[in-house]
Structures are given as C-alpha cells and as structure tokens.
C-alpha cells in the first residue's frame, strides 16, 4: 500500500483485500465443482449413552476431498457455502446422504440409533429446508424419529419466531431437534422453552477445562439441571477424558460424545468400531458401567 493509505475510500481496495476475495472466489468455484465431482463424504461420530454404556446415536459430519489438499474439515468451507448461498445445495446432499446411509445400516440391521444431521444458519432462512427433510425422508425410506437435527444455539436466536415456525415444522415430520454448542449464543431461555427441543448439546469448550476450571464445571452442572428441568436430554460434546466423563456421569448427563469413544469415522470404520470398540473405547465404555 502507497500513499492512499489511511485515505479512507480506498482501503478496500489493498492488496490484502484483492488476496482475500480471490481466495474466496477460487474456494467457491472449487466447492461449486467439488459437488458436482461428489467430493463429498460423511463422516460418523457415536454417541454413548452413559447411563446403559450403549450406543445412544450418531452425529453426521461433512468432509471434503478437495483436489490437492486432502480432507478438508468444515470449519474451513462451511461459512464461504453459507456466504456463496451454495449451504443450500450442500445442505441438500448432506440430508440426502445421511438418510440413505441410516436407510442402509438399517436394512443390514445395523445401527437403530438416531442419526444427526448439522444444518446452519442460512439454511434456516426459509422454509425449503423442511421440504428437503422431506423429501430426503420419502426417498431414503428412513423412521423419521431416527433422524435429528442440530441448529447451534446462535442459529436459534438469530431469528427466533422464524427458527421457532421452522422448528415446529420439522418436529411435526416426526424428526427431533437439538440445540448445538449451547453456552455460547445468547440463548434467551423463555423463547428456548417455545422451541420443540428434545436436546441440548454442551459445547466442547466447556467440557475441555470441566477437570480443572470451576466455572466450566459449574456451567456444566448448571446447563444438565436446566435441560432436565425442560424436559431435554443433554449430551457433552468433546469429551477426550475419563476424569471427563466420570464427572458427566455424576452430574447425570446423559449421552457422551468426543475422542474418548470416537473420532469421526468414515462408514466402513463405524461398521468395525460397532463391531469391536477399540480397548480405549471399551474401557471407557466398562469404567461407566462400574461408576453406576
Ligand atoms: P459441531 O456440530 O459442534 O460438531 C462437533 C465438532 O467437534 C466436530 O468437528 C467434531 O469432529 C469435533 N469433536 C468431536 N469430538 C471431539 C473431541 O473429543 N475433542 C475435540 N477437540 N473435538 C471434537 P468438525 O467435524 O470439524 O465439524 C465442525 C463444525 O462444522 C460442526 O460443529 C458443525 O457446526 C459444522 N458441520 C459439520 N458437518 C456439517 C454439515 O453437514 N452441515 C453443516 N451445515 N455444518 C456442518
Ligand atoms: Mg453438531
Ligand atoms: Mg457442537
Ligand atoms: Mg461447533
């Protein structure tokens, strides 16, 4: 940058800038062909029931394999697909690729677990979403009540009457709905209550520190007390450590999700992991049974 510094009208046109928004144009020209390439995959994460040590549902997690770069995980493409308008497609194959999976494992007797689908924001601005559900329900053959969608607690209160109708919507098909990463939105806890919620999901951060920081333990304790009280499940995401778990389980949370049991596992490894748990996750999984 040269003299116009600081010249205010033409910052936006530093160099950075120009940097910038070609990365941004060549990422949305990459994940435009990538659906048109089927680059995309779904990975599987479990979820364990800590009461029962069973397996209690699995979350669906996007990945994609861009061209040159390998497996590239969605904190990376996700906000460009919702910016591009393009979520609106990949949120498409994403329902559609979930739902004839759950269809699959159903039909090989496998997996009579919920499966969870992650939809963002700017997929919740208009009703089409809940024709998608629809749809990709219909033409799986999938139970509706095996499928459950998470909205993150700042989606919820984005829009909170049109979250809500949208909701309601979607729970009327028979499919459950949960809060994710809650505890790091605003929720507004009256308009939370409207809300057709089965489930609250705590978000990792504070589940990371729950050993050695006290006020993540006391938002932990305190958000298992209010889902409780709601009516609503809890699950504790990112939950790496049996010190972790055993205080989730004291604290009567109910499903458990993190690497202590799992990564994100493409469908062959979930089919060995429902198979034979690998011995850290068969520990941990006993360690619940005998913390009872
Ligand atoms: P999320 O829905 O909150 O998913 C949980 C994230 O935590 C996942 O990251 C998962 O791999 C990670 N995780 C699970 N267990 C642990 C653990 O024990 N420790 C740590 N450190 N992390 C753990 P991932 O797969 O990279 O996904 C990131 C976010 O991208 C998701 O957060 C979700 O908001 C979004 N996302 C993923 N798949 C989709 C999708 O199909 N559609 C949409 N719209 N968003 C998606
Ligand atoms: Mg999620
Ligand atoms: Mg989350
Ligand atoms: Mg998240």
């Given amino acids: 940058r040269g003299k116009l510094e600081g010249g205010s009208r033409y910052t936006f046109y530093s160099p950075e800038m120009n940097t910038w928004s070609r990365d941004r144009l060549n990422l949305e020209a990459a994940l435009r062909k990538g659906l048109g390439n089927d680059e995309f995959e779904l990975f599987y994460q479990p979820q364990i029931d800590i009461r029962s040590g069973r397996l209690a549902g699995l979350e669906s997690l996007i990945r994609w394999h861009r061209p040159g770069s390998g497996l590239v995980r969605p904190d990376l493409f996700i906000a460009a697909a919702e910016e591009s308008g393009l979520i609106t497609n990949i949120g498409e194959w994403v329902l559609n690729a ?11 007797g496998l997996v009579p677990v919920p499966i969870a ?10 009703m089409s979403v809940v024709d998608t559900i629809r749809h990709a329900l219909r033409d799986s053959g999938m139970d509706p009540r095996q499928l459950k969608i998470e909205v993150t607690e700042s989606t919820a209160m984005h829009d909170p009457e049109r979250v809500a109708e949208l909701l309601h919507r979607i729970h009327a098909l028979g499919v459950g709905v949960a809060v994710d990463d809650f505890g790091t939105g605003y929720s507004s806890l009256s308009l939370l209550k409207r809300f057709p919620i089965s489930e609250l999901k705590i978000d990792k951060s504070f589940v990371i520190d729950l050993a050695e920081d006290n006020d993540d333990a006391a938002i932990v304790r305190g958000t298992i007390a209010l889902a409780h009280s709601l009516g609503m499940r809890v699950v504790a995401e990112g939950v790496e450590t049996e010190l972790q778990l055993r205080f989730l389980a004291r604290h009567g949370c109910n499903v458990a999700q993190g690497f202590l049991f799992a990564q994100p596992l493409p469908t062959a490894e979930i089919r060995h992991w429902l198979k034979m748990p690998p011995p850290h996750a068969q520990r941990a999984i006993e360690g619940l049974q005998h913390a009872r």
């Avoid at 979930?98 to 090989?108: E, F, I, L, V």
Wanted: charged share 20%; proline share 0%; aromatic share 4%.
């Fill in 117 to 126: 689908v992650n939809v963002s924001v700017r997929q919740c601005t208009d």
């Fill in 98 to 108: 979930a739902t004839h999976q759950a269809a699959r494992w159903s039909a090989d």
